[in-house]
């Protein structure tokens, strides 16, 4: 039983300095010939091994200076899985193939050029040699090279002596910052904290209502023009080794522009508190903030959900829109649309034309400007003409309305305008006994249409047959206009005076019958 242990014992002795004497170890693949074709050892580095081959040319070596080159490098890269890494590289059984003997190396942060050297060693040699650094970024992979230097042939082996290069994959990505009301055409910033263990983070948009430009943990996306809806952006981190399944997400809602279009018509009317209605209607998310300008001066900015908005334009003037925003998402959109205001002031004027003498023959001529055609008129007196004619001594007021329904009042007063004349006549003396020859001959200056009403009730201009006396005529025109005068019938001197005058009578009434008889006694 004693024999037997020991031979398991020497077959596992020997079976374990076979995979220790493996290089690479088992799982581990062989470096590469430069360093984009560089294996990442995700699993530790410590105890990593190889050889390294003669199948490479000179060239420069990054981090060195002249006349360090390489010759025969291979290159490997491994993870850092802490910020303070020190590895030792330790040479063996190095063949002399040229000048040199032995091996250089360095540590790189990415294949360059530009290289970015993290340590190197630019000197060959056969002893053991340190890379470190305390700047290695946990979860970045960095690029190692080992040379045999002149073309020198080695194997070498790894020691991790301080730090971690196991790989991990990234922690969870932690939320998304960034606004989740965006509007369509503009673009938005997102971001999220670095992710421990990440150098890679994948950010994906669904649906695609707009382009993703990501940097790292910083992303833009430049919203579609025509995009709306709702969309999940989401970053899952991860670095050369590893990914973290587990993603971050944010909702965003991309809402339309609005647009605001102004539109319609009318006049003010002056002396009239009533408005104009003009109408902005909208398109997009509401409510709506806009801004109106009258003449070009800007308004105070109005804050509306009503769809279509009315403005009560109070003063002359060209209406525009300068500018519309919808509030849920600020999103700034395009107005339209242009209305130009004026104010109608009626002029009204009018010639009037007297009655004369109380008669309804006046008359008034109405002149109106500024306003619109048709014009409609309402008089006082209930007239709907322009003019008026035949009217008698008043005031008359006109309400006059144009067609935009702009009114304006005038008061038009018609007098009374009396005629001045005079009467004039002559008198022609009685010359007889018996009734009279006397008259009077009337002239009313000026000429005209007259009435006459005489004391003894004639009615005609002139009068005749008049016994001696004194005789009235009252001239009259038009209703109101009258002239009286005064004339005198004279008796003529040489008319015999009649100084007596009898009359005798006698009756017989026996034979059935009066006699009359009459006598006058004229004395001269």
Known sequence: MKGYSLLLACVFLTFYQTILAQCPPPGFPQPGNNCPQAPILCENLDGYCATINNNNQQQDFPGCPPPYVLNNDEWFAFFAGSTSITIQVTPSNCTQGGQNQGLQGGIFAGCGPPWNAVDVQCACTEDPFILSSNSFVIGQV??????????????????????????????????????????????????????????????TLTPQLGTVTANGTNVTVNWGNNATGSAQLCVKASNLCYMN????????????????????????????????????????????????????????????????????????????LHNVTSSVANCTGTVSGSVTITETDISLSATATDATCGQSNG??????????????????????????????????????????????????????????????????????????????????????????????????????????????????????????????????????????????????????????????????
Do not use: M
Not at 259 to 288: D, H, K, M, R
Not at 413 to 424: G, K, M, R, W
């Open 142 to 203: 960095y690029w190692f090279v080992l040379d045999g230097c002149g073309g020198d042939v080695c194997d070498y082996s790894i020691d991790v002596l301080s730090g971690s290069t196991v790989g991990v994959p990234p922690d969870n990505p932690g939320p998304v910052s960034g606004p989740v009301n965006v509007c369509q055409g503009t673009s938005s910033s997102y971001s999220i904290d670095p992710v421990y263990a990440a150098t890679s983070y994948t950010w």
């Open 363 to 524: 008359a008034i001529n109405l002149s109106v400007s500024n306003g619109n055609t048709p014009y409609t008129f309402q008089w006082s007196g209930g007239q709907t003409t322009e003019d008026l004619s035949n009217i008698p001594a008043g005031s008359y007021v006109v309400t006059v309305t144009d067609e935009d329904g702009c009114t304006e009042t005038l008061t038009v007063n018609v007098d009374d305008d009396p005629i001045s004349f005079t009467v004039t006549g002559t008198a022609t003396a009685n010359t007889t006994c018996i009734n009279g020859n006397g008259s009077i001959d009337v002239t009313v200056n000026p000429a005209g249409t007259y009435t006459y009403s005489w004391s003894g009730g004639q009615t005609t201009q002139d009068i005749s047959n008049l016994p001696p006396g004194t005789y009235t005529v009252t001239v009259t025109t038009g209703v109101t206009c009258t002239n009286t005068a005064e004339f005198t019938v004279q008796d003529n001197p040489n008319t015999p005076n009649i100084s007596s005058t009898f009359v005798q009578t006698t009756c017989d009434l026996s034979n059935g019958s009066i006699n009359l008889t009459v006598s006058c006694a004229l004395h001269f």
């Open 245 to 320: 399944p587990t993603l971050s997400c944010i909702t965003v809602d991309v809402h339309p522009k609005p647009t605001a279009t102004l539109s319609g018509s009318g006049v003010l009317c002056a002396g009239s508190s009533a408005p104009v209605n003009l109408t902005v209607s909208f398109t997009g998310e509401g409510p709506w903030t806009f801004t109106y300008r009258i003449n070009g001066v800007n308004q105070t900015p109005i804050t509306t959900s009503e769809n279509p908005y009315t403005i009560q334009a109070t003063q002359p003037g060209t209406y525009t």
